[in-house]
């Protein structure tokens, strides 16, 4: 676990290699099969993602960090150039670098917090969201958030705000699972959807207070450390906010 760090990664969705046709396995004339998966992305759909970044990366440390495969894939090339032209035209403020994926993978692991905002497309943010959980010890301390583009009338996203993890049901009731991810889950509901700010640093320190003394669930905990339950972290955190609020038990 690597202490006070703190990325956002902001992975695109809704297009890229999962989304992309043809998507399909077919037979050849030799007997072999040929699987098919296509990278598709339309400037539109870059455009509307770096937007994101660099609004988020404004409320934060003012950086974002693009990646993509600009040296072997056209669609990196474009998502590139969009990304560029994006940032020249309405977010020359923000700090923006570029870096190859795969080369954004090994620095993630070699000096995460030289990263703010790293804006990928929705294949490779798949990888680097879970290379980038590790570094914090476990999936169960992550939260995220899918935001939906402003309504034009309101400026208001859609939002859903969920752990990185999926389910566990081989733990279902053993109070083994780490409740930071939905609690952290959360609080990023309480700065990007109803800017309440305050409230969501007070969450996200009662998080680091409960950790700083050294409660553990299981999938944090170092061999021999002693372990709490999903309830008693819950707590924990919980009567640290409590104390930060300055609100009487």
Known sequence: MIEGLDILIVRELTGGVYFGEP???I???N?????ID???????EIERIAGVAFDLARTRDNKVCSMEKRNVMKSGV?????????????YADVELDHMLAD???????????????????NLFGDMLSDVAAMLTGSLG?????????PDEATGKRKALYEPVHGSAPDIAGTGAANPIAMIASFAMALRYSFQK???ADMLEKAISNALDKGLRTKDIAKEGEATITTAQMGDAIVAELTALAGVSA
């Open 78 to 90: 474009l998502w590139n150039e969009v990304v560029t032209a994006t940032h020249k035209a309405n």
């Open 197 to 199: 700010i305050a409230e």
């Open 38 to 44: 296509t990278q598709v992305y339309d400037s539109y």
């Open 103 to 121: 080369a954004g993978g090994m620095q993630l692991v070699r000096w995460p917090k030289q990263f703010d905002v790293i804006v990928t497309d």
């Open 31 to 35: 007997g072999q099969k040929r699987g």
């Open 23 to 25: 998507k399909e396995i």
């Open 27 to 29: 037979e050849l004339d």
């Open 141 to 149: 301390m992550l939260p995220s958030a899918s935001l939906g583009a």
